[in-house]
T-cell receptor, first 117, second 113 residues
Framework: AQKVTQAQTEISVVEKEDVTLDCVYE???????LFWYKQPPSGELVFLIR??????QNEISGRYSWNFQKSTSSFNFTITASQVVDSAVYFC??????????????FGSGTKLNVKP | KAGVTQTPRYLIKTRGQQVTLSCSPI?????VSWYQQTPGQGLQFLFE???????NKGNFPGRFSGRQFSNSRSEMNVSTLELGDSALYLC????????????FGPGTRLTVL
């Protein structure tokens, strides 16, 4: 069965601090996809990144970076120099590579990030 | 390009009623998925539609149903509403069935009294 765990329910930081959001997943599949989404108070889930299981390269996009480690089944997300606008709930998700399950996402419970000025 | 739109944004119903929610995907997107978000259960997959056919279904009772039209717009219906159906219902679209880069709409907040 697929499972995504985000153990950090809520994190508070002061602006300009770096913060890492943890994501641990479970799957028996050898091929799968991992995602991060941001959910601001408006409710819409905003796509941040997609990573397939064959690509373990870390990725950086501006202040955002992602560390994918298959050995520990983790896909962690780091925000560098956090800003108040980063305040939101962040979700990690997993989907199988089987075509009929591509869009069946298993979401973690989310981490609420509070960035204080 | 316009994003995923959902109507209505807010809805209040009473137990036993039925409700229909609508989702218009991004232009050109043909796959539509629905998710339920509640504080207790989090985000859960309801179903996915592609080319007017349900491709996949989550673990929800038969009171939850959906359909997709030829223009890719989708509706979901919940019959005999229960208090526990109160949730944010999110719709997501992707280009096609083999593309899992999903873009979400703002959701419909359903309150069942």
């Amino acid at each position: 069965a697929q499972k995504v765990t985000q153990a950090q329910t809520e994190i508070s930081v002061v602006e300009k601090e770096d913060v890492t959001l943890d994501c641990v997943y479970e799957t028996r599949d050898t091929t799968y996809y991992l995602f991060w989404y941001k959910q601001p108070p408006s409710g819409e889930l905003v796509f941040l990144i997609r990573r397939n299981s064959f690509d373990e390269q870390n990725e950086i996009s501006g202040r955002y970076s992602w560390n994918f480690q298959k050995s520990t089944s983790s896909f962690n997300f780091t925000i560098t120099a956090s800003q108040v606008v980063d305040s939101a709930v962040y979700f990690c998700a997993l989907s199988e590579a089987y075509i009929y399950n591509f869009n069946k996402f298993y979401f973690g419970s989310g981490t609420k990030l509070n960035v204080k000025p | 390009k316009a994003g995923v739109t959902q109507t209505p944004r807010y809805l209040i119903k009473t137990r036993g009623q039925q409700v229909t929610l609508s989702c218009s995907p991004i232009s050109g997107h043909r796959s539509v998925s629905w998710y339920q978000q509640t504080p207790g259960q989090g985000l859960q997959f309801l179903f996915e539609y592609f080319s007017e056919t349900q491709r996949n279904k989550g673990n929800f009772p038969g009171r939850f149903s959906g359909r997709q039209f030829s223009n890719s717009r989708s509706e979901m219906n919940v019959s005999t509403l229960e208090l526990g159906d109160s949730a944010l219902y999110l719709c997501a679209s992707s280009l096609h069935a083999g593309d899992n880069e999903q873009f979400f709409g703002p959701g419909t907040r359903l309150t069942v009294l």
